[in-house]
């Protein structure tokens, strides 16, 4: 590139992708074309340069990857300020741009169809991962718009929110590049690439702002946030330890009429909240790191999450499910770390209760993946967080042609690890056992791409902020022969990191 045509001329480190040319000729096949500023900035922390560009911004999201393997933890990305929002309530769906009503329908499936991978888009060598499309959270009660379920009507929270993300800024962990990427659709021209450019190096000039005054301040500030006006003595559940056990019971008994293999039970925790849900956040994440963790700020409400699984990941026509189950603490010294994980690994209840789940996946995947091509990639093995290890598997398929994002979240939304086996009957029993509604708890967030991009967690460890109320929920996996006061004291286990981001310092 000549310095004359290039506006980026005059910044030293930063590269526009693509250059003019290639955007010209892309433009031929593709309505949208991905265009993004990079730079090489060695250990960036996303979220502190979020708290500076984004501090109080409504439809906003941090997606954070800490703490686990490459094919999880690589990206980190954040946006916010988007102005078109899709809503889903029950069987409404509703459109909204700049907070006005566009469009409303009164089931889900055609709103769904908005979030489809876009038609006339296709990958781009400069860009080989998620460079736009939508970001939100389905809840778990969205399962009964693909299957006939019973539904319980109590929150106060849609089963569904997106939003629609034109710019965003991207973390590369491994390669240590910060990029700033915008996706609008264009009439390919010169000019729409010359604007693109400018608009790129103004946002451009704000980072380097934002990352000398982080710069200024880390010396002063440190880590202590400035509001302590959380509390959890106010924490309350909705089951007692008698309720809950009597609950796992009657899932016992479900068990041995034949009824299910396994299920969920959770219960939720509440606490007033009037701190800043942003710091609680930050608070979550250093006491428990997760591949998934995030942050989403809409309107009305706010979603803290440090979550270890993924639901289901699509790389154009690539599509992979990672089921984690069965659960160790941690040990405090390293022989009682390996003698717990080796426990863990070799125990016969954790290894059937697994390869059942494995093989439920298996069937999810294989409604939508081409015939032959389902495996698993990954089996069994371990994969250790702050507080517990898990045993992890991984199974991937070639998606069929033609199937949308409505087909994929019927054939594996919910997550099989939060509901139990068979899935159907155990959310029928879920319903009929659990007092409440279990709202985002067990549903999923991520991103859904306007290319073939798409990564769905499962929202466990993570808190909802709505009305100066903070809840979570925590559920175990009941089996045949499990021991209520155990099942009890395993949700308590869970719940010890969100109490202790609720907590004072």
């Known amino acids: 590139m000549n310095d004359s045509t290039t506006p980026a001329s005059r910044w030293l480190n930063m590269d526009i992708l693509p250059d003019k040319n290639t955007f010209m000729r892309l433009t031929v096949s593709s309505s949208r074309i991905p265009v993004c500023g990079q730079e090489k900035i060695p250990g960036l922390d996303l979220s502190t340069l979020f708290q500076k560009l984004f501090p109080q911004t409504a439809n906003s999201f941090l997606f954070e990857s800490a703490n686990g393997p490459e094919e999880t933890a690589r990206y980190s990305l954040m946006g916010g300020g988007c102005s078109k929002i899709l809503e889903i309530t029950g069987q409404r769906a509703k459109l909204f741009q700049e907070g006005q009503l566009v469009s409303e329908w009164d089931q889900p499936e055609p709103a769904l169809d908005l979030l489809n991978f876009e038609q006339n888009v296709s990958p781009v060598d400069h860009l080989p991962h998620f460079w736009g499309g939508w970001v939100g959270f389905i809840g778990y009660e969205a399962g009964a718009w693909f299957e006939s379920l019973p539904v319980k009507k109590s929150l106060n929270l849609p089963d569904l929110m997106f939003m629609e993300v034109e710019r965003l800024f991207l973390y590369d962990h491994i390669t240590e590049e910060f990029k700033f990427v915008l996706s609008p659709k264009t009439n390919g021209t010169e000019n729409d690439y010359d604007e693109l450019c400018h608009e790129i190096e103004r946002v451009w000039k704000d980072i380097y702002r ?146 059942m789940l494995v093989d439920l996946e298996r069937n999810d995947l294989g409604r939508i993946c081409q015939a032959g091509s389902v495996c698993v990639t990954d089996f069994m093995f371990l994969e250790k967080y702050s507080h517990v290890s898990h045993i992890v598997s991984n199974i991937a398929g070639n998606l069929k042609p033609e199937i949308g994002v409505y087909d994929i979240l019927k054939s594996v939304f919910p997550g099989g690890t939060i509901t139990g086996c068979p899935k159907i009957r155990c959310m029928e029993i879920i319903s009929e056992l659990e007092p409440v509604m279990r709202g985002p708890y067990s549903g999923s967030f991520g991103y859904i791409g306007f290319g073939p991009y798409m990564d769905l967690n499962i929202i466990i460890r993570s808190i909802v902020i709505c009305d100066e109320i903070a809840s979570f929920h925590v559920g175990a996996g009941i089996v045949a022969d499990s021991n209520p006061q155990k099942e009890y004291q395993e949700t308590l286990d869970k719940a010890a990191a969100m109490i202790e981001a609720l907590s004072h310092h």
């Open 210 to 355: 934002a990352l000398e005054s982080i710069g200024e301040s880390s010396e002063s500030e440190s880590l202590n946030p400035s509001t302590p006006s959380r509390s959890s003595n106010g924490l309350r559940s909705n089951l007692s330890e008698t309720d809950y056990t009597e609950r796992v019971e009657k899932a016992k008994n479900y068990i041995r009429e034949g009824d299910i293999y396994q299920a969920n039970l959770a219960q939720k925790f509440t606490t007033p909240f009037t701190g800043n849900p942003f710091e609680l956040y930050g608070k979550l994440r250093q006491v428990n790191p997760a591949p998934f963790s995030g942050y989403l700020n809409f309107q009305n409400f706010s979603l803290v999450s440090s979550s270890p699984e993924r639901l289901v990941k699509v790389h154009e026509h690539r599509i992979e499910t990672r089921p984690i189950a069965g659960t160790r603490p941690r040990g405090l010294k390293d022989e009682e770390d390996q003698a717990l994980s080796l426990e863990l690994l070799l125990n016969p209840k954790e290894r059937a209760e697994h390869l």
